[in-house]
């Protein structure tokens, strides 16, 4: 699986829309980009996913450039809660044997 | 989401003893689940893909006699950490994968924490 970098950390304003970009220049053409977070002391929890096209569902939104090489996730109204860390991941499932590998993510505060 | 449930939570053993840990898919059926370990600080590290029916497939560098993992049914996984050292206390999580193709999914469980004294 395609090896992705993010930035180790980030602050946001409570209320305010969280952009975390990552890098995923190497990916291939069947790999998706998946976003999961983990609050800590938790599982990961999954935050939606995408192969090409942009994707938005209840948590966040994710954009994916046109080459696929970066994407980045939205969270539009940031809070307190979504203080965690942010691991973006390129994967190809096939068929249930895929494996996801963990980076070491983006730590995002969100302050008061 | 899908629900996936770890047992116990937490436990505490002493050293030289085995301990045993579940992983359960409470509305759906995987026939592939996964476990990681994971130390203070660091990111979830891939240990183990166990396939229901089959045996289980480890990572490099993990010892499969002393992790033994048994996928009994499509909704049970265990992992049994065997003959336990301070060193093996973790925190050990595993996921499931739901759907197919572009609809895959891995749900994690809450995770299980385990100190060897």
């Known amino acids: 699986d395609a090896k992705t970098t993010q930035p180790p950390s980030m602050d946001c304003a409570e209320g305010r829309a969280a952009n975390l970009p990552c890098n995923h220049s190497?990916?291939?053409?069947?790999?998706?980009v998946y976003w999961y977070r983990q609050i800590h002391s938790q599982g990961p929890q999954y935050i939606i996913h995408g192969l090409k096209n942009n994707e938005t569902n209840e948590m966040a939104s994710l954009i994916i450039t046109e080459d696929r090489k970066s994407s980045t996730l939205i969270l539009p109204h940031a809070t307190l809660r979504d203080t965690a860390v942010y691991y973006c991941?390129?994967?190809?499932?096939?068929?249930?044997?895929?494996?996801?590998?963990f980076g070491q993510g983006t730590t995002l505060q969100v302050k008061p | 989401g899908a629900v996936v449930s770890q047992h116990p939570s937490r436990v505490i053993c002493k050293s030289g003893t085995s301990v045993k840990i579940e992983c359960r898919s409470l509305?759906?059926?995987?026939?592939?689940m996964f476990w990681y370990r994971q130390f203070p600080k660091q990111s979830l590290m891939l240990m183990a893909t166990s396939n229901e029916g089959s045996k289980a497939t480890y990572e490099q560098g993990v010892e499969k006699d002393k992790f033994l993992i048994n996928h009994a049914s499509l909704t049970l996984s265990t992992l049994t950490v065997t003959s336990a050292h301070p060193e093996d206390s973790s925190f050990y999580i595993c996921?499931?994968?739901?759907?197919?193709?572009?609809?895959?999914?891995?749900?994690f469980g809450p995770g299980t924490r385990l100190l060897v004294l």
């Open positions: 509305d759906f059926q995987a026939t592939t």
């Open positions: 190497t990916i291939s053409g069947n790999e998706y």
């Open positions: 996921s499931a994968t739901r759907g197919a193709g572009g609809r895959e999914t891995q749900y």
């Open positions: 991941i390129a994967y190809h499932g096939s068929g249930n044997t895929g494996k996801l590998i």
